[in-house]
């Protein structure tokens, strides 16, 4: 028999460690400089190193009950650190660039499938955004804005929504990152990371709360391609209005929102605002005070997500991971560690459904990328040691140069009793569904696909004819809790030092699918994902699926009651 050190250094056994446990794999981008023996690919696609091809996307596994590998793939573009809001704007891109940089010293990169997203083109945009904003988005630029004042205005682009160079590229880079997650889920992923997304607050049609374009409402439209019932978690300290606008009237999206709730912005998110017609109880808001901590989060987000899961049933998962509600944030007023803001990432992947992670607000930009970088090692089952490896930004985590930060000692303002009464109100909401609502079959949109592009044409948005024709998206009409909501004088500014003009939050909520297939981002994978032609559901709203395939359809105007005054 063979002793346990020959067999231990055998070929044989070095094969399966090298197979079972692929160390030293990397799969990096390579924007600038691609490998002269690979090519980069084409569309906008990521160079794969050789030496890692088939070990992409596998994390190792964790302790405990939830140590099952995840296929994760992350979506990441140079880039998008080099955008800026202005001086003294709170949201700074940069802090994706300093994120990514913590991944690479940690070593998750070579855990995970990297990918750079394929800029979002304008009809995918345009698949929940009105042509006209999102011409208008591609139009402006810091010279020319002075020569539009009224699309300004019109558009709410301005002060707390900037025009900067390069803003219609970095609204492409971040929308075409989470779609492009999507895909990745829909053809068989079990995680995908975008934290450049996130944006929940853009509406139809016009910019709010730093966001420009919903990449979330895009992502869920995507999914919905493959999948009966989508669930939104949001944990960002403001409320999820663009997102929950967008599906208030169905029942295929549920949106589950935790967030600050009174004079704050944007004013939404009353635990009274449940949904409408068909989403009626679809939309369950947690509205909370400030200084809530850990354990009360806690006590709230896991009883309601279990539930939420037993009755909804969902296909695949969208976390918006917000930082802001991390303590000490410089627009927030939570208490709340990175381990527990990271306690729903790990309670979210513990029910083994797809999901999409995705970034938000966060503006004390050290913390932000402490959490997401900690967050993603919780979506790859491993725990990061606390002593921060040096990296590139090493000097904005002094003192201390750890990865976790102690809470402050603020008052909580939340009571056992108040906490108490929301989580009775939202799990006796839960009670009224119907278990994993059924949808009618109907043709399945297409799925996005990874053409080549042809380089001779600089425009590929000009590529597309007419017959590629789009699901149509409906405005409703007035909600009937829409009233109520309108006398919630939600600050309309959400930076410190803007001033308080107020303006009612209340958008018509929409819900639709799409036609059409376009490319979000390249499988860098040693083989393609196949092309899916089996049926699947679209949305099941009166109204909103076009049937006929002759021709597009411009996106409606909102009705009077809901346009900007």
Partial sequence: SLSRSSLFFSPLFLFFLRVTYPFGSHTQTRKNNPSPKTPPPRGGGVAMDPSSAGAGGNSLPSVGPDGQKRRVCYFYDSEVGNYYYGQGHPMKPHRIRMTHSLLAQYGLLDQMQVLRPN????????????????????????????????????????????????????????AGASVGGAVKLNHGLDIAINWSGGLHHAKKC????????????????????????????????????????????????????????????PGTGDVRDIGHSKGKYYSLNVPLDDGIDDESYQSLFKPIMAKVMEVFQPGAVVLQCGADSLSGDRLGC????????????????????????????????????????????????????????????????????????????????????????????????????????????????????????????????????????????????????????????????????????????????VTGEHRGSEPMAEDISPSKQAHVDANAMAVDEPGNVKTESGSSTKLPDPPAIYQKP
């Fill in 334 to 509: 939570f208490n709340l560690s990175i381990r527990g803001h990271a306690e729903c990432v790990k309670y979210m992947r513990s029910f083994n459904v797809p999901l999409l992670l995705l970034g938000g607000g966060g503006y004390t930009i050290r913390n932000v990328a402490r959490c997401w970088c900690y967050e993603t090692g919780v979506a790859l089952g491993q725990e990061l040691e606390d002593k921060m490896p040096v990296n590139e930004y090493y000097e904005y985590f002094g003192p201390d140069y750890t990865l976790h930060v102690a809470p402050s000692n603020m008052e909580n303002k939340n009571t056992r009793y108040e906490l108490d009464n929301i989580r009775t109100k939202l799990l006796d909401n839960l009670s009224k569904l119907r278990h994993a609502p059924s949808v009618q079959f109907q043709e399945r949109p297409p799925d996005t696909e990874f053409p080549e592009p042809d380089e001779d044409e600089e425009d590929q948005d000009e590529r597309h004819d007419d017959h590629d024709s789009d699901m149509e998206l409906d405005y409703h009409t007035p909600l009937e809790d829409s009233a109520r909501r309108s006398t919630i004088q939600g600050t309309r500014v959400k930076r410190e030092s803007a001033g308080a003009e107020t303006k009612d939050q209340d958008g018509s909520r």
């Fill in 119 to 174: 800029p979002a083109r304008d009809r995918d945009l345009c698949r929940f955004h009105a042509d006209d904003y999102i011409s208008f988005l591609r139009s402006v630029t810091p010279e020319t804005q002075q020569d539009q004042i009224r699309a300004l205005k019109r558009f709410n682009v301005g002060e707390d929504c900037p025009v900067f160079d390069g803003l219609y590229s970095f609204c492409q880079t971040y």
């Fill in 206 to 265: 016009e910019a709010s709360g730093f966001c420009y374009v919903n990449d979330i409402v895009l992502a869920i439209l995507e999914l919905l391609k493959h999948h009966q019932r989508v669930l939104y978690v949001d944990i960002d300290i403001h409320h999820g209005d663009g997102v929950e606008e967008a599906f208030y009237t169905t029942d295929r999206v549920m949106t589950v929102s935790f967030h600050k709730f009174g004079d704050y912005f």
